[in-house]
């Protein structure tokens, strides 16, 4: 069986998800939530403990995340990271304690992006040196459980097969048909 470029792509997903990743969003938002918490006036405070209240002045158009940050000449925005906004209230900004605790947790995510980028490059390479299934199978063979497996040619649905002589009875195609 011929390995297509889906195929391909499907076995570094497969592969690729087997690879455990860190949850730097959570470890985030705890930062930011804390330090909100932490450091609000006492009546914004007592709003955001209020579970009836807080969304009030949590509205969402307010909020912190990470700018795109430089490392090594490359930038890596928050959405490559996996890391994502947190809604916070109006004027709130992180203190520099919490402040340099979301940097070390973006410093985390970005060696994390570039292991598993390179993990996946690699991957990527082995797999586009194989043209079928059979070779995928001699030259990985401890990745087999995330080759296809080899299937029979598919025949045609008969309704698929009739479908354009159902569609033309019905006056497909429109350009055809008398106005």
């Known amino acids: 069986m011929k390995l297509t470029i889906a195929h391909k792509e499907a076995f570094i997903d497969s592969v690729m998800s087997d690879v455990p990743k860190i949850n730097f969003d959570n470890?985030?938002?705890?930062?930011?939530k804390d330090d909100m918490l932490k450091n609000a006036p006492p009546k914004i405070k007592a709003v955001l403990e209020d579970k009836e209240l807080k969304h009030i002045l949590l509205t969402g158009n307010n909020s912190v995340a990470p700018l795109s940050k430089k490392r090594d000449n490359e930038y890596y925005s928050a959405y490559q990271l996996e890391i994502y906004a947190v809604t916070c209230y109006p004027s709130f900004k992180l203190s520099g304690e919490a402040s340099q605790a979301a940097d070390a947790i973006v410093e985390g995510a970005i060696a994390q992006y570039v292991a598993r980028s390179k993990l996946a490059d690699d991957t990527r390479s082995a797999i586009q040196s194989c043209n079928t299934l059979a070779q995928a199978h001699k030259?990985?063979?401890?990745?087999?459980?995330y080759l296809p497996v080899q299937t029979s040619p598919t025949q045609m649905l008969p309704a698929i097969a009739n479908l354009a002589a159902d569609l033309t009875k019905a006056g497909w195609p429109k350009e055809l048909v008398p106005a």
């Open 27 to 32: 470890q985030y938002n705890k930062v930011v």
């Open 139 to 145: 030259l990985l063979p401890e990745f087999g459980k």
